[in-house]
């Protein structure tokens, strides 16, 4: 299966400034046609599976840009009905002649606490908040989210092993709702926080409706080994959308040069030889790097 790529990135190299506390979500006010552009791109360069622009959305963030309460809760479920939108236009362009292939799914994506801050805090984890503190401030946006008619929810970037028990914790508080649950790590063994990998994928595993366990927003170097690692403590699928290899700076917002020798393609690679099935990318990949994953996955590059 195909994850997009970095929602951000791909709006970016189309000329959108992004320097804002909200990110791509302030385009949920601004413009939102830019962002079903940017779904519909990755649906033809092959992804199986979209992630909305909801990551840095929030009510309180969303009020601060100047819009209402009301205003604000109808821009976080707009961002699902953009994605759905461009599943219909690009299945209906796609396959008007013929019998289409199965629908790409939908991931209302549930950006971590430290989106919120919008000051690099997700790439630490050291919040100093309680686990009842972070599912306050999720609570409201997680249900409208599972009740916004996406497939799944995609809680991603996640830096802590305190925000994973509070977002699984939600999740049962929501019946029916699946999930995606992806962590950002600092190295190949543990999240931004210090929390080994091995204790929120065992975490996962004792809940239901978990659909994957996921690593994102992480160096192209350490993704093998942290697939590994997952997949000595849980059957789960496994899915992983690193970064291109550049390192950001969440305090000066700026990206420098990463470590050299590993690609985010060959990290890709690295995770589906470690047993991963499921595979996008995150920061600074866009629609070309996706359409040349989904090349080398239908051209055998990627042994069974």
């Known amino acids: 299966v195909v994850l997009d790529g970095g929602l951000a990135t791909a709006l970016e190299r189309r000329g959108h400034d992004l320097r804002d506390a909200l990110w791509s979500a302030r385009l949920l006010v601004d413009d939102p046609a830019a962002i079903e ?23 309180s963030g969303l009020e601060q840009k100047g819009v209402t309460r009301d205003e604000a809760l109808d821009a976080l479920r707009l961002s699902t009905d953009l994605a759905r939108r461009a599943v219909r236009r690009v299945t209906k362009d796609d396959h008007s002649d013929g019998e289409p292939d199965p629908v790409p799914l939908v991931a209302a994506s549930v950006g971590p606490y430290g989106a919120w801050l919008a000051d690099g805090s997700e790439y630490d984890g050291r919040y100093g908040r309680t686990v009842d503190e972070l599912m306050d ?123 050299e020798g590993v690609t985010w393609l060959d990290s890709v690679r690295a995770a589906w030889d470690a047993g991963a099935r499921i595979l996008g990318g995150c920061c600074r990949t866009g629609p070309d790097e996706i359409r040349e994953l989904r090349t080398r996955l239908v051209g055998g590059d990627f042994p069974a």
């Not at 366990?213 to 899915?239: K, Y």
């Open 37 to 59: 552009t940017i779904h519909m791109d990755y649906l033809r360069a092959g992804a199986d599976c979209i992630t909305t622009s909801a990551y840095q959305a929030t009510v």
């Open 137 to 259: 401030f999720h609570r409201e946006r997680f249900r409208l989210l599972a009740e916004s008619g996406a497939d799944l929810l995609a809680c991603e970037t996640i830096p802590s092993g305190l925000e994973a028990d509070a977002l699984l914790t939600l999740l049962d508080e929501v019946p029916g709702a699946w999930a995606l649950f992806s962590f950002t790590c600092a190295d190949d063994r543990v999240q931004r926080d210090g929390t080994p990998i091995e204790t929120v994928a065992k975490a996962c595993s004792t809940h239901d409706r978990i659909a994957a366990i996921v690593v994102n927003c992480t160096e192209p170097r350490f993704i093998g080994g942290l697939v590994e690692r997952i997949r000595t403590v849980s059957e789960l699928p496994v899915l992983v959308y690193p970064n291109s290899g550049e390192i950001y700076d969440g305090r000066t917002k700026e990206w420098s040069d990463g470590a």
